[in-house]
């Protein structure tokens, strides 16, 4: 069964550090998402992803990120200078369509220290 | 933008209880997900919803779309149905391309 990947699954970086966390999505979805989700609190959207562009971000989504699909499988996050409060469960999922069922990847814990 | 609620917050069940769980939201979707969130941390697709009712083994989903709620329904509930349940609605309108999650209902099942 086709199924969204991400990795790492866990990374730890220091405090100013930049990150790239990296998925791979459904290969006929043509639509990319990334959410995260801090310990204890609910999933919140941050972007999404359609035809090389951001379709819709969230006012979390700032000129901290940005998102990138560097070649015809990978969908990447970046996160530039990193805060203690940036530390969350970061998932990327794909939809064929917003309407469609969207499908999520096992999460990237991202801890900042 | 569009509120969703879950209830219970939290639920505490003995094995083999059957249970259910609510998602209200404020305004009309195209799109109503269940997903249950396993220990490890993994977001796990139970239903995509955004009308009528479905059945999967113990678990069956019902949304009624005009009066805005969805419920999700376990049946003879195992110990391995323990974690948390979160309903994710997409808002009808253009433009539109995110889900929004609810807090989730927090499922314990005991032996």
């Known amino acids: 069964e086709p199924e969204v990947t991400q990795t790492p699954s866990h990374q730890v970086t220091q405090m100013g550090q930049e990150v790239i966390l990296r998925c791979v999505p459904i290969s006929n979805h043509l639509y990319f998402y990334w959410y995260r989700q801090i310990l204890g609190q609910k999933v919140e959207f941050l972007v999404s992803f359609y035809n090389n562009e951001i379709s819709e971000k969230s006012e979390i989504f700032d000129d901290q990120f940005s998102v990138e699909r560097p070649d015809g499988s990978n969908f990447t996050l970046k996160i530039r200078s990193t805060k203690l409060e940036d530390s969350a469960m970061y998932f990327c999922?794909?939809?064929?369509?917003?309407?469609?069922?969207?499908?999520f990847g096992q999460g990237t814990r991202l801890t900042v220290v | 933008g569009i509120q969703v609620e879950q209830s219970p917050p939290d639920l505490i069940l003995q094995e083999g209880a059957n249970s259910t769980l609510r998602c209200n939201f404020s305004d009309s979707v195209n799109n109503l997900q269940w997903f249950h969130q396993n220990p490890w941390g993994q977001l796990i697709n139970l239903f995509y919803?955004?009308?009528g009712t479905k059945q999967n083994g113990r678990l069956s989903a019902t949304t009624v779309a005009t009066e805005r709620y969805s419920l999700l329904y376990i049946s003879s509930s195992q110990t391995t149905d323990s974690g948390v349940y979160f309903c994710?609605?997409?808002?009808?309108?253009?433009?539109?391309?995110?889900?929004?999650f609810g807090k989730g209902t927090k499922l314990s099942v005991i032996p």
């Open positions: 919803i955004p009308s």
């Open positions: 994710a609605v997409g808002a009808s309108g253009a433009g539109s391309y995110q889900l929004t």
């Open positions: 999922a794909s939809s064929i369509t917003p309407n469609t069922e969207a499908f």
